[in-house]
């Protein structure tokens, strides 16, 4: 049970770290990172709709039933809801990049991980019951697209450094 939800929580924190791996680094320029309101708008419409993508695509990878659906509602929500708010921390953080101070900043940046590390959490526990009435192949699926997941963010990780 442990591994499974060890395997929740990377599969979060690719879904949403690629949006956490876009917000600006704290040594870029501010001229870079003050993004207008419709810019940040746009960012987050497009986070949105990969966000909505992951969903659907996780759905049929884990083929999930019509006795399933109203747990995998759950979990899709969990997923929008931590996707909105890592995006409100983001946002937030390019909103006051012109006139920030290094500790601003770092502020700033600490509550992107804390909402990153939030969604991760979140979503084990929604996940969970899910997983726990999944059949044993949808287990199976299960836990082999969440390690596939971990094993491609360690190389989109190496590759972002």
């Known amino acids: 049970f442990r591994r499974v939800l060890f395997r929740s929580a990377i599969a979060s924190t690719l879904l949403l ?6 917000t600006p680094a704290a040594s870029a320029p501010p001229s870079s ?3 207008s309101p419709a810019a ?4 987050d419409a497009k986070r949105d709709m990969r966000v909505e993508k992951h969903i659907t695509d996780l759905h049929a990878k884990l ?5 399933e659906e109203t747990q995998w509602a759950a979990v899709a929500k969990t997923m929008r809801d931590s996707a909105s708010e890592l995006d409100s921390a983001i946002d937030k953080r390019k909103a006051m990049m012109t006139n920030a101070t290094a500790i601003d900043d770092l502020n700033a940046y600490g509550e992107i991980a804390q909402a990153h590390a ?6 084990s526990v929604a996940f969970s019951p899910l997983y726990a009435s999944m059949t044993d192949d949808q287990k199976k699926l299960a836990d ?3 390690a596939r997941r971990a094993h491609n963010g360690k190389k989109m990780h190496k590759a972002i450094k």
């Open 144 to 146: 082999e697209v969440f």
């Open 118 to 123: 939030n969604s991760v959490k979140n979503l």
């Open 40 to 43: 940040m708008a746009t960012a």
């Open 33 to 35: 990172t003050n993004a």
């Open 17 to 22: 770290g690629s949006a956490f791996a876009q």
């Open 63 to 67: 083929k999930i039933t019509p006795a």
